[in-house]
């Protein structure tokens, strides 16, 4: 008889609330990873994120061996490869942590149906976030849908002394002794991609509030993707923060407040959060989406930020918002083709952040921007990167004659004010 413990965007064997429990089952524990087909099967073959599954699994593997154990890794459809499991071994418990996003839920409840039927017992655990689910909400029990009393009810209720390090190394004797064979990135499908995930740093942190701002200053953390995969521990995240810088916490509160705004408002996937604003006549010009994702658009914030995107899977969040506001307001495009764009490029796409920020900048979200405040791209430009730094990097070609804006943005900005005041419904 054996557990399993099912790793899925928690890729770190320390601290890791899931595997803490799995490893002190009375029975020897199985660590599983599944490529899951519904996901990668629309993912082009060097997609950079695979790789940077591929490799943190690596690591986890080679710090198994030294316990005389390893990683069993599967592809194919989830639901297969557990019926395969469960035939193949005596399984008594499964242990993971939840995942709030709705394809997930779904995809959990009906595994776990597979669970049941088979007699095994399984159990899940909250070890991406702080606080989950309902556990901030207003007196009357509802969800906050803004962004400043959600973070000072979470602040209140955060306490650094009660929020533990989940310490596995003392259980890894209980790992079930196996060489299962670790696949190449070729044997799931794929190809090594010349984009890679940057190691996050946080040599910027005490100057953190007056620099973030400044897309030519190496100042924020690039946790972002190792958030979202989970090679670090959220709970040591947030204790490093509050101790060291109001403003960085605040941001990861920002994450948390998007997580459970998609989990209680699971429309805002597709939908704009505030329905008033259906009515909108977006103008979506495919050859204006084009130059946009291209990065020719002739303002250089945008095209800098969108070809900083395309060559490394990053882009500074000022710089995001810029891009964002400039597709919805000044191209009158739906936020939803920018959303899906940003999801195929981004190496820390998370579906919460994704449509929480994005339906922020095109003034349809929860706690959203107004809709008649329009960014002005060469003002932007001129408060966050004077000298130029930033787009010099990402334009090579650019002077100061550089480009010919496609769109004249005083008539932009008149054109958005105008089509949002007819389109949104009274
Ligand atoms: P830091 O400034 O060091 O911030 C630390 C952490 O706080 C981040 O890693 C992230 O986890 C969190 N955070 C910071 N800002 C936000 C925010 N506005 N919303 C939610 N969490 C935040 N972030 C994603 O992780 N995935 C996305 O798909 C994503 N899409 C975005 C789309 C748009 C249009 C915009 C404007 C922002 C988006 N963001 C997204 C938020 C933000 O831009 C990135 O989290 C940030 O740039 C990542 O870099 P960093 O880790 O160096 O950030």
Redesign the pocket.
């Known amino acids: 008889a054996v557990s399993f413990f099912w790793f899925r965007r928690d890729l770190r064997l320390q601290d890791n609330i899931g595997l803490f429990h799995a490893l002190q089952s009375k029975y020897p524990v199985i660590p599983l990873f599944i490529f899951d087909d519904a996901i990668l099967d629309s993912l082009p073959k060097n997609d950079a994120r695979v790789g940077f599954i591929h490799d943190s699994l690596a690591q986890i593997n080679i710090a198994l061996h030294k316990s005389g154990s390893s990683l069993l890794v599967k592809k194919g459809k989830t639901q297969d490869i557990w019926q395969e499991l469960i035939t193949q071994f005596d399984v008594k418990e499964v242990f993971f942590n939840k995942d709030y996003e709705p394809y997930a839920i779904l995809r959990d409840e009906s595994i776990c149906q597979i669970f049941e039927n088979n007699n095994t017992i399984s159990f899940s655990f909250k070890d991406q976030v702080i606080f989950e689910e309902k556990e901030i909400t207003k007196e009357d029990g509802l969800p906050y849908t803004v962004y400043t009393p959600y973070k000072n009810k979470w602040l209140a209720a955060y306490n650094k002394e009660t929020v533990l390090e989940y310490d596995t190394t003392i259980y890894y004797s209980n790992f079930f002794k196996s060489h299962f064979p670790f696949p190449s990135l070729e044997q799931i499908g794929f190809v090594e991609s010349k984009i890679k995930v940057k190691p996050?740093s946080f040599k910027g942190i005490t100057t953190?509030q007056d620099t973030?701002d400044f897309p030519a200053v190496d100042a924020?953390?690039?946790?972002?993707p190792h958030?979202?995969f989970g090679t670090v521990s959220i709970r040591e995240m947030v204790g490093f923060a509050a101790q060291n810088n109001a403003v960085?916490l605040s941001?990861?509160i920002?994450?948390e407040?998007?997580m459970q705004i998609l989990y209680h408002f699971p429309k805002v996937m597709t939908q704009n959060f505030k329905s008033a604003y259906d009515g909108i006549q977006w103008r979506n010009n495919e050859e204006d989406f084009k130059r946009w994702c291209s990065g020719t658009t002739g303002y250089p914030m945008v095209d800098a930020g969108m070809r900083q995107l395309n060559e490394t899977g990053?882009?500074?969040?000022r710089v995001?918002?810029v891009?964002?506001s400039f597709l919805c307001k000044h191209l009158l495009i739906q936020w939803q083709w920018?959303e899906a764009y940003?999801?195929e490029k981004?190496l820390?796409?998370?579906?919460s952040?994704?449509v929480?920020?994005?339906q922020?900048?095109a003034g349809t979200g929860c706690d959203a921007a107004p809709y008649f405040r329009v960014f002005n791209p060469d003002i932007q430009l001129k408060k966050f990167d004077e000298k130029g730094q930033y787009i010099r990097k990402w334009i090579p070609e650019f002077d100061l004659g550089y480009g010919k804006p496609m769109v004249d943005h005083a008539m932009a900005r008149d054109r958005a004010i105008a089509t949002y005041k007819a389109g949104i419904l009274k």
């Not at 990053?314 to 969040?317: E, F, G, L, P, S």
């Open positions: 996050y953190y973030r924020t953390s690039y946790l972002s958030l979202r960085f941001e990861l920002w994450r407040f998007f990053y882009m500074h969040n995001r918002m891009v964002a920018g940003f999801a981004l820390d796409y998370d579906l952040a994704n929480g920020n994005w922020w900048a």
